[in-house]
């Protein structure tokens, strides 16, 4: 069977990673397909799994009381989506859906949580990956409500 | 056609009294969005000759209410219609978008340094506005449309507060529609039913197809936008001495006499409003990249 190696290997987020490392987090890595308007995750529930989108464009959603639903960032082709499997309480904090048919590659959590226990390594290099992207997220959200555009004496 | 190089210095108003408003008539309106508008003005008997260059600006006077700088957002060089894309802000922006067909403003221009676009020629082209920035950056898109075989790749990234507020909607889409230009529209928040991307601007530049290190970039936006956008390019291998930006801090005169923006030993009116960012950088205030 072909395995999902060579794919990771060009994601960014996988970039530069070692061999024996990506061979591991391969080992709980499968496809995924999702439908134009299907939910991938819902504020609140476990989440166990990550994505990376090949091809499409994933949609992070969130319901403020009196205003309805509101998109605040979309994820496409090479991106993340999901970090909430990384750390306790492993819950959903937003709705994830796709906004046009999307493919991804599923990774996931539990899986690479086991192999993180006997591989401290492994699990240091993925921490200190998503504490990276983590951090690019936090800052968009900042300028987001530095409301850029607008007018700034 | 005009000719642009960095550094081009104000080439000036078209002739006559630079402190003296020509009357232009407006030809035609077009409402962009619920805060934004385009005036097409015409010289009030007959054609003049008027030309531009990408990036410059004109005076607007509505009569009884002020003046205020206004870049040109229509394509550049000789033209018989002067066009001006405008958000209404205040008084006079806010009286400018009252007018009607055939009513008649105050026009002196066109003033200011331009983007270099001939300094450009062999690079790929990065466009990055924010906002009402796309208007003083389209006459640049223009021009290196027209032009397409002398440039590399051209990208345009724009950055809206939300849907409604998209300047040139079908015109981007005729932008997006040709095969020889990348274009990326993103929003800062949407509801249900938008399907483009949803975040900030800078975030569309490390997904940007081009060369960093063959690129020149052209931002346009409120301040605080240009500094992130900037920095964001110069993350992705842009150096600050190939971007550059327009300062549309406020104005009078447009000649360099009143020293209402002077901003450090440059005047913007004059000297600017298109500046390379390393040289007008420690003027603003902002910390080395
Ligand atoms: C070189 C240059 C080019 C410009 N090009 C355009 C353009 O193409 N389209 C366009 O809509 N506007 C443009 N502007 C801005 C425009 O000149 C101002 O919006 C206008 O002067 C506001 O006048 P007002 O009387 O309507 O509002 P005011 O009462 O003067 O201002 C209303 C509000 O807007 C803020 N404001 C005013 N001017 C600016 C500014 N320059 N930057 C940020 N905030 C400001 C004020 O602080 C105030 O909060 C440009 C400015 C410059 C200097």
């Known amino acids: 069977m072909q395995t999902l190696e060579p794919i990771l290997a060009q994601i960014p987020l996988f970039q530069g990673m070692r061999p024996e490392h990506l061979k591991l987090i391969a080992g709980c890595a499968s496809n995924a397909r999702f439908d134009a308007g299907q939910f991938i995750g819902r504020q609140g529930e476990p989440a166990d799994k990550f994505w990376i989108v090949r091809q499409g464009r994933v949609a992070l959603e969130i319901h403020a009381p009196g205003r309805g639903a509101l998109t605040i960032m979309t994820v496409a082709e090479n991106e993340v989506l999901g970090w909430s499997w990384l750390l306790a309480p492993h819950q959903w904090h937003f709705d994830a859906y796709a906004l046009t048919a999307t493919r991804a590659i599923a990774l996931d959590g539990k899986c690479l949580r086991g192999k993180f226990a006997s591989d401290h390594e492994l699990g240091y290099e993925l921490m200190s990956r998503f504490s990276q992207l983590i951090v690019q997220r936090l800052e968009a959200t900042n300028l987001q409500l530095l409301d850029l555009y607008g007018d700034h004496d | ?289």
């Open chain 2, 1 to 289: 056609m005009a000719t642009t190089t960095e550094d081009a210095g104000p080439p000036g108003p078209a002739g006559g009294d630079p402190m003296r408003p020509a009357p232009f008539r407006v030809a035609r309106r077009v409402v962009e969005t619920h805060d934004v508008f385009t005036l097409w003005l015409e010289p009030v008997g007959g054609p003049g000759g008027f030309s531009s260059q990408p990036g410059q600006f004109d005076m607007l006077y509505a009569f009884g209410a002020g003046e205020v700088p206004v870049s040109l957002s229509g394509p550049p060089g000789p033209v018989k219609q002067v066009v001006h894309t405008i958000r209404a802000v205040g008084p006079v922006t806010q009286s400018l978008q009252r007018l009607k067909r055939g009513d008649v403003v105050g026009l002196r221009g066109p003033f200011g340094s331009a983007w270099p676009v001939s300094l450009a020629e062999g690079s790929d082209v990065v466009l990055v506005a924010g906002g009402i920035g796309l208007a003083p950056l389209r006459p640049a898109l223009y021009h290196v449309l027209s032009q397409r075989e002398r440039y590399g790749r051209i990208v345009l990234l724009y950055g809206a507060r939300t849907p409604r507020d998209i300047l040139f909607a079908r015109e981007i889409e005729t932008w997006r529609g040709r095969f020889d230009a990348d274009v990326e529209v993103v929003v800062d928040r949407a509801a249900p039913g938008w399907h483009g991307l949803v975040g900030v601007v800078t975030t569309l530049v490390p997904r940007a197809h081009f060369d960093p290190h063959n690129a020149v970039a052209f931002v346009c936006g409120p301040e605080l936008m240009m500094t992130f956008t900037v920095r964001a390019l110069a993350h992705h291998g842009v150096v600050p001495a190939r971007t550059w930006v327009s300062l549309e801090r406020n104005m009078k005169c447009a000649v360099g006499f009143c020293g209402h923006c002077q901003l450090g030993p440059t005047f913007i009116c004059r000297d600017g409003p298109v500046y390379r960012w390393d040289r007008v950088a420690p003027l603003l205030g902002v910390r080395e990249l």
